[in-house]
């Protein structure tokens, strides 16, 4: 293995950039829900001329109960709802068809899958499998796992594969009965995929990096764990063996009990290797969520109904990153270092260069004070996540004291703007870090009505936000492009458009 002091810079940023979080979901479109197809093209044309050259998003794996893309059924495959219905006509598969009348701000996630499904299956029907249809499928390793996987769970009734009968979780096959389902999911795996491409090739086309979120759990029910149990502490029967979450703190007594099997560290080496590399096709740069489980993870005993009785056990630290980056030499990674972390966290990250992360409303207390409020240079900073409240929301929930200290400090570091969410906007623009990435929200001045997702709690109105069209991003693409050329944030490239 060759010395990690090769890959001591390899994840360093350098170069000051610019970028917008918005979920795909969240992007207009006349299906009720963002598709990857002209709306996302047409997004990133207005990134684009407004000079950002990032765009960070969220999982866009198949999603579960409460639709949360943070439980996918698989770290590999896309969601089938972001299919474009405008492209299929294109290439041919369906005549022209007119969109439903659905939801315009707000993804009602059943009523868009009824609206699409039938098309979806129309346009497999008139699908013939050519070279490239094979290519794919020889290049997803992992794609008959999961096809497997989810033609299995339909067949049982949805129910989770660990209450299959017993000659369904063994199978190494596909029944021949259900071949014509199998050969759907491939179909509905290979249009969301060379759609995608064709999204990510205009990024490219652009000078966009996008940015791809990664969760460092699973969910138990997924392809994931199904195909690859030996990575994950599990019992012989496929029951967890320990259970992920957090110990309790000032804010919750009980601790948080997430769920998630816990990888078995000797033997999981492969399994992250293939999902980073599978996700290194996808995105150009990857952000791994709750990164600090790399250094620590909190053990809970299966059968509790809390996090309280947990116990604290040593992650695969360098050991796994290694080998990984000297595997994957041109992967690109985010690690979000957000929360309670040891020093031994940062000396992973420094041994490779990796920025930390920082959230704006986080960054403006005592202690930052203390320190003139400076942001590393080797830094993504952004107003807040997707679990954040929206600045406004997160403004106003603040007492009347703090309140007016914020404004103090707005004041005293010149921050332009006339409202808390633009000074903050601001706040991250002027700083530092290498790249500053926005929430749309914030940069709207939006209120609680778009959060994206309020942490412990599941299904509405998570995950639902959406913006109802482009006149207002586009009416502000000039005023965007002075403030992020006045902040230092435009790289030099000539404005075009994505033929």
């Known amino acids: 293995m060759k010395n990690a002091a090769v890959h001591s810079n390899s994840q360093r940023l350098t170069e000051r950039r610019a970028g917008l979080l918005v979920p795909l979901f969240s992007l207009p479109g006349a299906w009720g829900i963002g598709s990857a197809g002209r709306p996302a093209i047409r997004f990133l044309e207005n990134l684009h001329l407004a000079g950002f050259t990032l765009w960070q998003i969220l999982p866009l794996g198949p999603v579960g109960f409460g639709n949360s893309p943070y439980q996918p059924l698989s770290s590999f495959a896309g969601d089938e709802i972001y299919i474009d219905i405008d492209d299929l006509t294109e290439r041919g598969l369906l005549p022209a068809v007119a969109a439903p009348d659905l939801n315009a701000a707000r993804v009602d996630y059943a009523a868009v899958r009824a609206a699409k499904l039938p098309w979806l299956r129309k346009a497999f029907a008139a699908f013939e499998p050519d070279e490239n249809y094979k290519t794919f499928c020889s290049q997803a390793f992992w794609l008959e796992d999961y096809v497997r996987y989810r033609v299995l769970k339909e067949k049982n009734g949805l129910r989770a594969w660990t209450d299959w009968p017993e000659t369904d979780r063994n199978r190494r096959d596909i029944p021949a009965e259900l071949e014509q389902k199998a050969a759907f999911h491939r179909f509905l795996q290979y249009m969301f995929y060379t759609q995608w491409q064709r999204v990510h090739d205009c990024a490219r086309e652009l000078g966009i990096d996008i940015i791809g979120d990664l969760p460092i759990y699973v969910g138990h029910d997924s392809a994931d764990v199904k195909s690859m149990p030996g990575a994950f502490q599990l019992e012989p029967d496929g029951s967890l063996a320990a259970k992920a979450g957090c110990p309790p703190d000032c804010f919750t007594e009980d601790g948080q009990l997430w769920g998630n099997p816990l990888y078995d560290w000797e033997h999981a080496y492969d399994f992250w290797k293939q999902r980073l590399s599978w996700n290194a096709r996808l995105y150009d740069v990857v952000r791994i969520d709750h990164f600090l489980g790399f250094d620590r993870y909190w053990s809970i005993p299966p059968a509790d109904s809390t996090a309280r009785n947990g116990h604290w056990e040593e992650g695969p630290k360098e050991i796994l990153f290694d080998r990984l980056i000297q595997d994957l030499p041109d992967l690109r990674v985010i690690p979000e270092d957000l929360g309670d972390k040891r020093s031994s966290v940062q000396t992973l990250m420094n041994r490779y260069g990796m920025p930390n992360m920082k959230i704006a409303q986080h960054s403006l207390g005592p202690a930052e004070e203390r320190q003139e409020f400076r942001v590393p240079q080797n830094a993504v900073i952004c107003t807040g996540v997707h679990d954040n409240e929206p600045v406004m ?107």
């Not at 005293?412 to 623009?429: F, I, M, Q």
Request: glycine letters at 4%; charged letters at 25%; a positive charge.
């Open 393 to 499: 929301m997160w403004h106003k929930n603040q007492n009347r004291v703090e309140r007016q200290r914020l404004n103090r400090i707005f004041r005293r570091l010149g921050l332009a703007g006339s409202t808390p969410a633009e000074k903050l906007c601001r706040y991250c623009l002027e700083s530092e870090a290498a790249w500053a990435i926005l929430p749309l929200q914030d940069l709207w001045s939006l209120d609680e009505s778009a959060r994206i997702n309020s942490p412990g709690t599941c299904g509405d109105p998570n995950w639902q936000w959406r913006m109802t069209d482009f006149a207002l991003l586009e009416a502000m693409l000039p005023r965007l492009r002075h403030l992020l050329k006045v902040t230092g944030r435009i790289p030099y490239q000539p404005q075009r458009l994505y033929q």
